[in-house]
């Protein structure tokens, strides 16, 4: 098998930071005689244009590197299709609408399949399951435990405007991962919200306690755990098949349970069931 190079391009404050090699020759290129599984075409010629959301593990950025599961995830594909990977940074917010209007082929970070997002990306199937995890000092777990304290979570889940309307003004929201974990470490949060594999990434080296929030129908999200897909070109329905068969076959050869335990969530996580939208 051929190695595969990820030559990602990243944008951050104004400046752009090359991430290459993603566990790979940074040296090599795609191979002159490489034999693509499918056939699709996408925005740059021979190239898969993705954007990375700060929202590790699910995918972020790491020593000049895209890192995290779907990160992973996305290598493998490039790999059996002959493509080579660029990255540029974006924010939840932003990286929806970037592949809403084509500029590119799949936005990453652990996205929830919600109806909302399959109005206007098409949704891969399902990937993982996550579950809304509170991060606190005193490891709470009850939706009455949040009530009257500061909250921070990152936009763009699907569980901010049930919390927004529970708890008001004591609700920020912060554009990923990694800004919530610094306000909750520097003691300017009392409690932050996350999916899983995200709040055990923040939570490691702390002395923060994380636990799974329980089932509460004022928090719709809490009552069934979210698949997560990666968002593909609305327009692109070749691409969207191409990526469905892997993640199946990632699935059946164990791969993606390799890559779900390699970033710290349980084999349990690979088991999605039926699809659904939330």
Known sequence: MKTHRLSA????????????????DPASEVAADCEPAHEFETVADGVLTVALTNTPPYSFEEGGEAAGIDSDILAQVAEQECLTLEYEAYTYATAVPAVETGRVDVAVGGFYRT??????????????????TVMSADGVST?????????????????????????GDDLRTYPDSLSLAQDLTAGRLDIGLDGYGAAAQSAEGTDLEIAVLESDPRVPATEEPSQTSLLLDPSNDALATAVDEHIAAMREDGSLVTILEDNGLPASAAEVGDPRLI
């Open 115 to 132: 109806e909302a997002r399959g109005e206007v990306v098409t949704l891969s199937a399902p990937v993982y399951l996550d579950e809304l």
């Open 143 to 167: 939706v009455d435990d949040l009530v009257g304290k500061q909250v921070g979570t990152v936009e763009g889940y699907l569980w901010v405007d049930a919390l927004r309307e529970l708890l």
């Open 9 to 24: 391009a990243v944008l951050a404050l104004g400046s752009a930071v090359a991430l290459v090699g993603c566990g790979s």
